[in-house]
């Protein structure tokens, strides 16, 4: 199975700052990660699509990008409604695995 | 819009069986594939199964590989997770997800879960 292993598992934050969060891919999985953020109580919403691909409606704060087998979301200019719990998944083989998870603390 | 809600859950003693339920509703369901995912108490998410759009290809995840069985009903909108010899570790929220498809394939929506707790 492919390991996704994501990195910080928390995170403290302000509103207005930027923040980063990585997943490494234990093989090579091209550009096949999507990010979603989770609420408490909500379905998670997908952010971020095949890497870098924007999904229709998520801020434009927020991107995606790949450099081998890391992969990055970046969150700018941190707005209260974005903090939340942050996770990747790949979807280059079955069975589609996911990180463990950033907690985006205010 | 896409909506997914899913049905089912409740208290199963170790070793019982329980089937889950997932209602579309809001796009074309039979054009699909569908998800199961799921998350134990402080836990990650663990995708579990995958059913093509017609129902003719299906996946399971390695851990419950011969228990569990997804299925659908593409005349009814409803997607099924049936679950048999469950265990105590396979308590938590089960949620299904639509897979766009596509170039690639990603995971919207989700539903907002059913709760399964194994206990004796």
């Known amino acids: 199975d492919i390991q996704m292993t994501q990195s910080p598992s928390s995170l403290s934050a302000s509103v207005g700052d930027r923040v980063t969060i990585t997943c490494r891919a234990s093989q090579s999985i091209s550009y096949y990660i999507n990010w979603y953020q989770l609420k408490p109580g909500k379905a998670p919403k997908i952010l971020i699509y095949g890497a870098s691909n924007l999904q229709s409606g998520v801020p434009s704060r927020f991107r995606g990008s790949a450099s081998g087998t890391d992969f990055t979301l970046t969150i700018s200019n941190l707005q209260p409604e974005d903090f939340a719990t942050y996770f990747c998944q790949q979807t280059y083989r079955f069975p589609y695995t996911f990180g463990q998870g950033t907690r985006l603390e205010i | 819009q896409a909506q997914l809600v899913e049905s089912g859950g409740g208290v199963v003693q170790p070793g019982k069986s329980l089937r889950l339920s997932c209602v579309a509703s809001g796009f074309s369901f039979s054009k699909f594939g569908m998800h199961w995912v799921r998350q134990a108490p402080g836990r990650g998410l663990e995708w579990v199964a995958f059913?093509?759009?017609?129902?003719?290809?299906?996946k399971v995840a390695d851990s419950v590989k011969g228990r569990f069985t997804i299925s659908r009903d593409n005349s009814n909108n409803t997607l099924y997770l049936q679950m048999n010899s469950l265990r105590i570790e396979e308590t938590g929220v089960y949620s299904c997800a639509r897979d766009i498809g596509g170039d690639f394939s990603y995971f919207e929506p989700w539903g907002q879960g059913t709760l399964v707790t194994v206990s004796s």
């Open positions: 059913i093509s759009y017609d129902g003719s290809n299906n």
